[in-house]
């Protein structure tokens, strides 16, 4: 999920829950001070509370009606209310009026009623009517208007204190801000808690890599399952962290490369010049005392300096095929009149080894490939050669075949050499390395000759390797890219 829309959704949560919440917890706390109020004023608060006390009531108001009605003259009898009061209301009390004096005043009205605020007589004749006296917290809940005997007027009002109901509320309202806050607090911490879990850890685990990666250590690896922005980031994090790895690697194994390169030439180096010095120094010394003696130090030092010029030229040439610094000169090559003027120069000095050489051609028309001459014919001298090297029969065999698919063609060398061993077949085309193992011994060669060769291949576009069984001989083969007609020479030696 995006980190937007994780965002969103919180919003919107942020929102949902406390009211959702507040309105439930609000049912409950509601019933609960609901109750408290009926039982604060002993009725059912479901079915019209206040008839309900009125009605509760009207046996203390009927008392004291029937009580002034019989004693108009005498009535005075303070004992005869207070008895009234324990069949009222706990939180309702009574005021009798006669003409303007009160002749009775429940003692739980005694304090802050403001008695002229009370009706006149008659004036309230509409019972239904509640009126409340705002300022003093007391509402009238019924006023009972009759005439005495002699006259006077008498009004009863049924009064009741709301004290205890409005601090019931206050504490409601309260209790309802406590929870409300409580709510938001809750709600609030939890998701910021959760949105921070999923955007905050992962970036600190990004940040944590980012300092691996400073401080030099890519041997690390930085998954993350999530599909948000965050987690596409970390995967790129990864895949940088995973190419910067790569590539170190790559400039570590260069550096080595160069390392072994340079010991691999100062040793091929080395052993020709060690023997030029040799025998020049036999010649100084006069060893070399006889005209025989002297002819063979002359010849030995003559082909160590050429072994050495060779593989001066080789490394050269391999040093400028590594840099890209020869220029290829790519064309249309008929391969089939190629490899058989390539033979024919061949043929001379391979009979004289007792090798035959053979030429197959499989294509079905004449081939023509992409491909320089001159380069081309280097790697073919040097298969060849070392074939004729390798070759420990009594009579040699090279055999050459071309075949193709529908975009390369297939050259192919089967010699019935020694072979290669499996194990060193990997590395033949491997710079400077000799699969016997004496670097010294008679078949000579620098190991650069099919590092050359494959170098050269693979600047044509196409691709070398090695068939082998040990004792039976050995297959060289590589492709050549077809020529096509859609080709222009320039494009391809561009
Ligand atoms: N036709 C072959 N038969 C047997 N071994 C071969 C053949 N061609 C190449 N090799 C092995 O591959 C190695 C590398 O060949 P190359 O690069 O031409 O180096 P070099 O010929 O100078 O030894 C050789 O030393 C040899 O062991
Ligand atoms: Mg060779």
New binding site residues.
């Given amino acids: 999920m995006s980190i937007r829309r994780k965002l969103t959704i919180s919003y919107i949560a942020m929102l949902l829950i406390p009211i959702i919440s507040f309105i439930v917890v609000t049912f409950f706390t509601g019933t609960i001070f609901k109750n408290r109020l009926g039982n604060a004023y002993n009725v059912s608060l479901g079915e019209a509370p206040i008839e309900n006390i009125i009605e509760k009531d009207s046996r203390a108001i009927d008392n004291i009606k029937d009580y002034i009605l019989k004693n108009n003259k005498d009535l005075l009898k303070d004992e005869f209310f207070s008895e009234q009061e324990k069949y009222l209301n706990k939180h309702t009390g009574v005021i009798v009026r006669k003409n303007d004096e009160f002749i009775y005043i429940s003692p739980s009205l005694k304090n802050n009623f403001t008695y002229n605020l009370l009706p006149q007589f008659g004036k309230n004749t509409n019972n239904s009517k509640i009126d409340f006296l705002k300022q003093n917290k007391f509402v009238i809940l019924k006023q009972y208007d009759f005439y005495m005997e002699d006259e006077s007027k008498i009004s009863i009002f049924l009064v009741l204190n709301t004290t205890s109901s409005e601090s019931i509320f206050y504490e409601f309202i309260a209790v309802e801000i406590g929870i409300l806050i409580a709510i938001l607090i809750i709600t609030n911490g939890m998701l910021t808690f959760f949105m921070s879990k999923s955007i905050v850890k992962p970036l600190e685990k990004l940040k944590n890599g980012a300092v691996l990666i400073k401080n030099g250590n890519l041997d690390f690896k930085l998954s993350s399952s999530e599909n948000d922005e965050i987690g596409q980031l970390s995967r790129v994090f990864e895949e940088m962290r995973f190419k910067l790895k790569e590539s170190l690697e790559l400039q570590l194994q260069y550096e080595n490369n160069r390392k072994e390169l340079i010991s691999n030439i100062s040793h091929d180096l080395k052993t020709p010049v060690t023997a030029i010095k040799a025998y020049t120094e036999g010649i100084r010394d006069g060893i070399a005392d006889t005209p025989e003696k002297m002819e063979r130090y002359v010849n030995t030092i003559y082909r160590k300096a050429v072994d050495m010029d060779r593989l001066i030229d080789e490394l050269f040439l391999f040093s400028k095929l590594d840099l890209k610094k020869i220029p290829f000169n790519f064309e249309k090559v008929e391969l089939s009149d190629y490899l058989n003027d390539c033979i024919e120069e061949l043929r001379f000095d391979l009979e004289k080894k007792n090798i035959n050489i053979t030429f197959v051609n499989e294509l079905k028309e004449a081939s023509y490939v992409i491909a320089d001459r001159e380069k081309l014919k280097r790697v073919i001298m040097?298969?060849v050669?070392?074939?004729v090297?390798?070759i420990n029969k009594a009579v040699g065999k090279i055999d050459i075949r071309i075949n193709e698919n529908h975009e390369y063609v297939y050259v192919s060398f089967k010699?019935n050499?020694?072979?290669?061993s499996k194990k060193?077949l990997q590395y033949?085309?491997d710079r400077f390395?000799?699969?016997?193992s004496s670097r010294n011994s008679n078949?000579?060669?620098?190991?650069?000759?099919?590092?050359i060769s494959k170098k050269i291949i693979e600047e044509h576009g196409g691709k070398i390797w090695?068939e082998?069984d040990e004792n039976s001989g050995?297959d060289?083969i590589f492709t050549l890219k077809k020529w096509r007609d859609d080709c222009i020479e320039k494009d391809i030696n561009s």
């Avoid at 050499?417 to 290669?420: L, S, Y």
């Fill in positions: 040097n298969i050669e070392n074939s090297k390798y010699d050499g020694m072979g290669i060193s033949i085309f390395y000799r699969a016997d078949t000579g060669g620098s190991g650069l000759g099919l590092a090695a082998s050995t060289i």
